[in-house]
């Protein structure tokens, strides 16, 4: 937000000191009768506070449809509990903000005139005047390529990091799959086996719907971050010293869990419904990352483990081996996960897991009407698509590319008009020259590529001085990117090339236009 805004400022100090220059020789009139330079210098400062302080009202206005779009475009984590508005806070800063940003981009133009001398004569003001206005204008329109350079290379960085996000495999098919929370209130469904019973039932009606492949339960989904730790002990070893324990994350599931998210199955088997009762014993599924961390090199199948999940925690077979699933987000590793049969660690609330033939949202009524029939006081809640909440894990990610892409787009804009601004000015101070020119046999293309080059004078340093500045930023976005270095050179040479080509297209604007232009036309020119 700082760099566009110092890019915004940049342009608009442009295109007052173009105004000036244009008013020169009123302002030079009214020093020349009496007026200091510090009236004209407040006098120029007072009108550019009066034009920030107009957008800064437009840009209120426009903010409050602004945030809407914020809002709905910004992560549950952090728009769910967050109340954002525009109010008088806001309104405050914006005054404020507004008056700052009026001096700021008012000070150029002051500048310029306050080298003015009051006695001068009015030719010797004017000729001094172009020469530094249009230094002046250049170096702000450099400034505007290196904070845009900056923004453009930030936003190449986050989107290539978002692609790269995009393609990791979470250990599951989150295709076609619809879940949602159903939970059990203990008043009714105090004992373990009835709410064991309950949730059986609810999964085979559930398998009876058209279009309904699988459908199965667990008490935390991979991705909603509520998961936990605890501890585990391998039957057989020695009992571990304090701190040096080891610990597992513990999933309570019902049958068909695995088959159903798309979980691949390494060795072994899975829980089945034979499993799902209170008379079966202890049996475990592991993952692949609980064998690689605590049975290197041994083989898992009947080793017998304990995991600190109740008061009295048995003995039990691991019994089969699945694949990693990602932990809490797409760009963690996964952790070490024990799986239990719900009838073995029952809980009263439970995620339901539904894969479908299509669109997985269209089974949502139907699923709650099959809940409703068992028992209709039961709230089907938290209804989404997995594929939902896989991109809900790089959300922020998301979120910081589309707000720092939309703030490079603008500021490339600004650039772009900067850079024509200055072109444009320069070619109308320069119209007898090529007039001359084209006098004495130039070619048209001669011209342009004068034109261009004056373009390319200004926007190469700026660049420099970008791709040295973003190099020391974009560090501040480690922690936003995922399989991208900060210093990646395909992301700053996009975002060179991407501010060059704009740059020509904006220069070539004045150039054709100068190199159109007819020897006496020029040379009739005032």
């Known amino acids: 937000v700082a760099v566009l805004l ?52 437009l840009g209120l206005v426009l903010a409050r449809f602004a945030v809407i779009g914020l809002v709905a475009l910004a992560p549950r984590d952090m728009a769910r509990n967050a109340v954002v508005s525009v109010d008088f806070r806001i309104a405050a800063f914006a005054v404020a903000l507004s008056i700052l940003t009026g001096i700021l981009f008012g000070i150029a133009p002051s500048l310029v005139a306050s080298r003015e001398h009051m006695l001068e004569g009015l030719r010797e003001a004017a000729r001094s005047s172009i020469g530094g206005g249009l230094r002046l204008r250049s170096m702000l329109v450099a400034a505007e390529v290196a904070l845009s350079l900056i923004l453009l290379t930030g936003a190449g960085l986050l989107f290539r990091s978002l692609v790269r ?36 039932k609810a999964l085979e009606d559930i398998r009876q719907l058209p279009g309904v492949r699988a459908a199965s339960a667990v008490n935390y989904l991979p991705f909603d971050g509520s998961a936990s730790e605890t501890g585990v002990h391998i039957f057989g070893r020695p009992t571990p010293a304090a701190g040096e324990g080891l610990v597992t994350t513990a999933r309570s599931v019902m049958p068909e869990y695995f088959q159903t998210m798309g979980i691949p199955i390494e060795s072994g088997r899975v829980f089945t419904p034979a499993d799902n009762t209170p008379e079966s014993p202890y049996r475990f599924v592991v993952n692949e990352t609980f064998v690689r961390s605590y049975f290197a090199g041994e083989q898992p199948l009947g080793k017998k483990i304990s995991v600190e999940m109740e008061d009295k925690n048995p003995f039990g077979e691991i019994i089969g081996v699945v694949g990693d699933v990602k932990e809490g987000a797409v760009d963690r590793e996964p952790t070490p996960t024990v799986y239990y049969i719900h009838a073995r660690l029952v809980f009263s609330g439970m995620v339901f897991v539904v894969r479908t033939a299509g669109d997985p949202l269209a089974l949502t009524e139907p699923v709650r009407r ?6 209709a006081e039961l709230p089907v809640a938290d209804v989404r698509s997995m594929d939902t909440i896989v991109r809900e894990t790089f959300s922020r990610q998301r979120y910081s590319a589309v707000l720092l892409g939309a703030f490079s787009a603008v500021s490339l804009l600004l650039a772009a008009v900067g850079i024509y601004g200055v072109l444009a000015y320069s070619v109308s101070e320069r119209t007898r020259e090529f007039g001359v020119r084209l006098a004495l046999g130039a070619e048209p293309e001669r011209i342009t590529s004068l034109v261009i080059s004056s373009a390319a004078s200004v926007v190469l340093p700026g660049i420099v001085v970008g791709v040295a500045a973003a190099l020391a930023l974009t560090s501040l976005l480690r922690t936003l990117l995922f399989g991208v270095k900060p210093y990646d050179a395909i992301s700053f040479a996009a975002a060179v090339v991407v501010l060059a080509g704009v740059a020509l297209v904006a220069a070539y604007v004045p150039a054709r236009r100068a190199s159109r232009l007819t020897p006496v036309d020029a040379l009739r020119a005032d």
């Not at 608009?12 to 302002?27: G, I």
């Not at 099959?370 to 028992?375: E, K, L, P």
Request: aromatic share 4%; glycine share 6%; hydrophobic share 45%.
């Open 165 to 200: 996000l995009q393609r990791v495999d979470p250990g599951l098919d989150a295709h076609s799959l619809l879940t949602f929370r159903l939970s059990l209130p203990s008043a009714r469904y105090r004992e373990p086996s009835r709410r064991t019973q309950f949730l059986a």
């Open 6 to 57: 110092a890019v915004a400022c940049a342009n608009v100090a442009n295109l007052l000191l173009a105004r000036y220059t244009s008013r020169k020789r009123e302002l030079s009139v009214r020093m020349a009768i009496g007026a200091g330079r510090g009236r004209v210098i407040r006098q120029l400062i007072t009108e550019s506070v009066v034009l920030s302080l107009a957008g800064g009202v």
């Open 370 to 375: 099959v809940i409703r029939s068992m028992d």
